[in-house]
Each structure stands twice: as structure tokens, then as C-alpha cells.
């Protein structure tokens, strides 16, 4: 059983899940794109980041984003968590449109390249403050929806913390925890709310070399068969070895997208040849 698996047993089922009032409007799960990107451009003080791009992603897929610094990556990743609008274009999660749908309603958690954790908090606070605002489905209940419990909250928490290999560290201050540390705290504190979709953001970027290797390793222990895991990331040798798709980008579209094997081994666009190359000097 792999890693999200163990997880997904211990917290209720995504049905019982949902907050009903700030649920999502009913979906079609018609297709295998969990999302679908149609036609998006973003255009930043007069200047075009994304210039009409189009992409599909499948439910489950591990797809690793490539492509060098101002091509739109991180961009693109704010637009699917609704971080950002597009200014021309529609993407569907499961089908439907969601470009009206703010962050916290969406199926999406995102780890970014600095951690940004409460500083005031625990370990364990940190990676339980989104647990407590969230409402689960309870037919028994005053209006159909209630909290999580407290024993609740703190089996899903020391699970998270138990997966990203910090079961013993909910008490600790962040401040005390190494940089490797801290950017696991933030991937549970993104797990503990059972996401159909995971987005990192160049995650190992701020760390030194040594604290890269943990951090991916708890990524491509989570690659699992029902979440969709986006991952912007300047490691190669990862991006090549977990990835089911690679999508390589520049200047605000897609270059070329296809198998690592295609990508990485049999690059057809002179773009990618060139950052490849350019990749292996570093
Ligand atoms: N809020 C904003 N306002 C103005 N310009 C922006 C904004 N956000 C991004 N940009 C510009 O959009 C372009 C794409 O930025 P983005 O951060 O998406 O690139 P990236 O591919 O993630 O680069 P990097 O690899 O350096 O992280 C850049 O030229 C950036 O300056
Ligand atoms: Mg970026």
C-alpha cells in the first residue's frame, strides 16, 4: 500500500468530507482529465506570462514541470490553485469550471519553495490549523456539517507528520526544525487535507543539497494512484525518474510534453534540447 493509501484509511471518505456549503458545485467525473486547461492567458502589466496554452492532465498522473526561470511555472500552478485569474481562458476540475472558485474551495493544496509556516505555532498546529476550519458531513448534526473532533484532528495530524517522517515533532517550535524539516511540516500540513490534487512549487529549491534528497523523497513516496500531484522542480534526475509525464515549457506555452523517455531521451523542440543541455552543466 503506498504512502497517500495509508493515509486516505484514516481519513473519511471524500464524500463525507466535502463542506456542503462551500463545496464545489456538483461535478461531472465524465473523462480521465482531472484538469483541463483550456486556452489560458495571463497577462501581467500589459505583458503575456501564458500565451493561450492548453494542457490535460489525467487523474492520478504525476506530472513534473520544466522549463527556465520566467516561462510561467509558478504561474501557471497559482492559476489551478486560484491563486491567480486567467485573462482569457477556462480551467475544469473534473469538468467544471472553476475559474470562479476561490482557493479554498478548490480539490487543491499547494507547497511552495519557502515553507511559510505559522511561526507562532507548533509543528502540530501548523499542519492542524486547516483541519480545524474545515467542516465534515454529518447527517446527526445541527445543520448537516460539524467540525472534526479533537481526537480526530490529532489522528490525522500525527499520521501526516508520521508519513512526511516527523511522527515525534509535533511539539517542536518551527523555528527549531532544519530547512528539510520545515518543508516536510508544510507537505503534511498540504497532505492532512487529503487533496485530489498536490501542487509543489519548486519544494527543494531553498534547501541546500543535503536537505534536497529527504524532501524528494517524501514527494515520490506519495506519487499514489488517485492523486494528481503537479510539481514544478529544477531537479532532473527527479523530474525524469518519477514522473509519468513531463511537460516542458517556455516562454508562456508548452514546448513539448510527452513520456520522460520522449523528453528527456528523444527531445524534439530545439527550446528543450537547449535547456537540457543547459541543465546538465549545472
Ligand atoms: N504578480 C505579478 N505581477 C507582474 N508580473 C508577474 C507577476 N507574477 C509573475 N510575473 C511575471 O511573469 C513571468 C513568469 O513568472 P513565473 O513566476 O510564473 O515564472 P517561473 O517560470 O515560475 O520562473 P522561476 O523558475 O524563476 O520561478 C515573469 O516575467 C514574472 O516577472
Ligand atoms: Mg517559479
Known amino acids: 500500500m503506498n504512502v497517500l493509501d495509508k493515509i486516505k484509511g484514516i481519513l473519511p471518505k471524500k464524500e463525507n468530507a466535502v463542506e456542503p456549503e462551500i463545496a464545489p458545485a456538483p461535478v ?10 483550456k486556452g489560458i492567458t495571463k497577462v501581467f502589466d500589459g505583458v503575456t506570462v501564458l500565451d493561450d496554452l492548453s494542457l490535460g492532465i489525467k487523474r492520478g498522473q504525476f506530472v513534473t514541470l520544466l522549463g527556465p526561470s520566467g516561462c510561467g511555472k509558478t504561474t501557471l500552478l497559482r492559476l489551478i490553485a486560484g491563486f491567480e485569474t486567467p485573462t482569457e481562458g477556462e480551467i475544469y476540475i473534473e469538468g467544471t469550471p472553476i475559474t470562479s472558485i476561490p482557493p479554498f474551495k478548490r480539490p487543491v493544496n499547494t507547497v511552495f519553495q519557502k515553507y511559510a509556516l505559522f511561526p507562532h505555532l507548533n509543528v502540530f498546529k501548523n499542519v492542524a490549523f486547516g ?38 515533532y509535533g511539539h517542536r517550535d518551527v523555528n527549531s526544525l532544519s530547512g528539510g524539516q520545515q518543508q516536510r511540516v508544510a507537505i503534511a500540513r498540504a497532505l492532512v487535507m487529503n487533496p485530489d490534487i498536490l501542487c509543489f512549487d519548486e519544494p527543494t529549491s531553498a534547501l541546500d543539497p543535503e536537505l534536497t534528497g529527504e524532501v524528494l523523497k517524501v514527494i515520490r513516496e506519495l506519487k499514489s494512484g488517485d492523486t494528481t500531484m503537479v510539481v514544478v522542480t529544477h531537479e532532473m534526475e527527479f523530474a525524469e525518474d518519477v514522473a509519468d509525464k513531463v511537460i516542458f515549457m517556455a516562454n508562456g506555452v508548452i514546448e513539448e510534453a510527452g513520456t520522460p523517455e520522449a523528453v528527456f531521451k528523444n527531445p524534439k523542440s530545439e527550446k528543450t534540447k537547449a535547456f537540457l543541455a543547459s541543465r546538465k552543466n549545472v
Open 28 to 37: 461531472s467525473k465524465k473523462g480521465e482529465n482531472i484538469i483541463e486547461i
Open 131 to 168: 483541519l480545524k476550519l474545515k467542516k465534515v458531513a454529518d447527517p446527526t448534526a445541527k445543520n448537516g456539517v460539524r467540525k472534526y473532533t479533537k481526537a480526530e484532528i490529532e489522528e490525522k495530524v500525527n499520521n501526516a507528520l508520521k508519513l512526511v517522517g516527523l511522527a515525534d
